[in-house]
């Protein structure tokens, strides 16, 4: 058997290529790897937004202060709901699942832009650490609720700017996440589909301005 081969075969476990170690983790472009590091970092987020709950329960076990003042209780509220919601529930199966099996479903090699992909992960770790240190910075940890719904949050002394940017970091993860992903199903599907889908992708991907790119490219300008 070549050495080729073995390239080609060799478990996404135990790939090496430029980097080893850590590296060969967090800098690996491969679709499998990005999926497992969705899953780790999704499940560590996942343990800090059990903590702010549990510690929250704790609260409410008795009337009257239990362990934390009702500043602290509302800041509380807010990190575990940005956590939970930005950085669990939403990425669950798409970043996990999507990335892991996606292109495996698709008979790919990987999705359709894997540097991306790997952004997209940085991304949701950058925003996932923001939010939580947003607990530590001077001003306190915002008190506004996981929607920070106005007026109350431009009128709260505490420093919702670091958990908003948080915020908006994930939504940008998300972004390149489902760009890759989306990419991958359109490229699949623009080569194994028959004649009379192509109007009706051609209309589905009107409204993004890049239905006659894809049209031309897809199918050659039919």
């Not at 590296?23 to 679709?31: M, P, T, Y």
């Not at 996932?128 to 949050?153: K, N, R």
Request: proline fraction near 5%.
């Amino acid at each position: 058997m070549s050495s080729t081969t073995n390239d080609v075969n060799v478990s996404y476990l135990d790939y090496k290529g430029k980097h080893s170690g850590l590296l060969g983790w967090i800098l690996s472009v491969d679709h499998k790897r990005i999926g497992i590091l969705y899953l780790v970092t999704m499940l560590a987020f996942f343990a800090v937004g059990v903590t702010f709950g549990f510690l929250m329960r704790l609260e409410l076990i008795a009337p009257g202060r239990t362990i934390m003042d009702p500043q602290t209780y509302n800041s509380f509220f807010t990190l575990h709901g940005i956590i939970m919601i930005f950085l669990f529930i939403i990425p669950g199966l798409p970043a996990v699942f999507g990335n892991f099996f996606l292109p495996i479903m698709l008979g790919a090699a990987d999705v359709a832009f894997p540097r991306l992909n790997l952004m997209s992960w940085w991304l949701f770790l950058i925003g996932g650490i923001l939010a939580v240190t947003s607990v530590f910075l001077p001003g306190g940890a915002p008190d506004t609720g996981w929607t920070f719904y106005i007026p109350y949050s431009v009128r709260t002394s505490t420093n919702v700017i670091p958990a908003l940017m948080a915020a908006f970091v994930l939504g940008f993860y998300k972004l390149c996440s489902h760009c890759s992903q989306i990419k991958s199903q359109g490229n699949d599907i623009f080569q194994n589909a028959s004649f009379y889908l192509v109007a009706l992708f051609h209309c589905l991907d009107s409204s993004s301005g890049n239905s006659n790119y894809w049209y031309n490219t897809s199918f050659g300008g039919f």
